[in-house]
């Protein structure tokens, strides 16, 4: 969504990041992060090939979706989310991007649109089967994440590869939100 409200390129993200608008809004009204630091968040999410020529993408406290840098590379980044507990900066491919987009539409992702995503800052700790819980739960199988990679988009034979546990060891490669059509390979980086 750009500054004037249109839906755009950047429509999916403002999606993604609407669930923390209010948070960061209320965090706006005491110190807002600069964009070079929102900037330099977003960039620590992927190696510095990827990150510095990637366009950089952030919530307003308005919450809209806001350009913080146009990038010429494809991919598209974003800084940690205050809204959240644990450090999410993250960097997507155009497929990746799309997928989560789907995501936060509660919508099938496209078919055979393989996506890859960085998040070599960790991310905020999830459900590993409930791609839409907000909080542990009885059942819901909360899994903590280091930094890691995802990808995204596969063919459901993909990822009959790989360990689809509720538990899995996340050390090691294996399928989050399997059996949904949602589910994506995270690949522990460290």
């Known amino acids: 969504m750009n500054t004037t409200g249109s839906t755009g390129r950047y429509g999916v993200i403002a999606l993604a990041m609407a669930m923390a608008a209010t ?28 990150s510095k020529g990637a366009t950089v993408v952030a919530m307003g406290a308005d919450g809209k979706m ?8 494809g991919w598209t980044c974003m800084p940690d989310s205050p809204a959240t507990p644990g450090p999410d900066p993250m960097c997507m491919d155009k497929n990746a991007f799309e997928w989560a987009g789907a995501w936060m539409g509660h ?18 700790d999830a459900s590993n089967t409930d791609p839409y819980a907000t909080k542990p739960a009885t059942g819901n199988h909360w899994v903590k994440t280091g930094a ?9 034979s993909f990822y009959d590869l ?7 060891d996340t050390k ?8 949904t059509p949602y589910q994506h390979l995270m690949v522990p980086v460290k």
Do not use: C
Request: charged share 20%; aromatic share 6%.
């Open 107 to 124: 919508k099938p992702p496209a078919a055979g649109k393989v996506g890859f995503m960085y998040m070599l800052e960790g991310g905020t």
């Open 162 to 168: 790989y360990p689809k546990g509720a538990d899995p």
């Open 23 to 50: 948070t960061q809004a209320a965090a706006a009204k005491t110190s807002a992060p600069s964009d070079a630091k929102l900037i330099a968040s977003a960039e620590r999410a992927a190696p510095a090939a990827v």
């Open 172 to 179: 090691a490669p294996y399928v989050m939100w399997a059996g």
């Open 66 to 73: 806001r350009t913080l840098r146009e990038g010429h590379n």
């Open 148 to 156: 890691h990679v995802m990808i995204v988009g596969a063919d459901a």
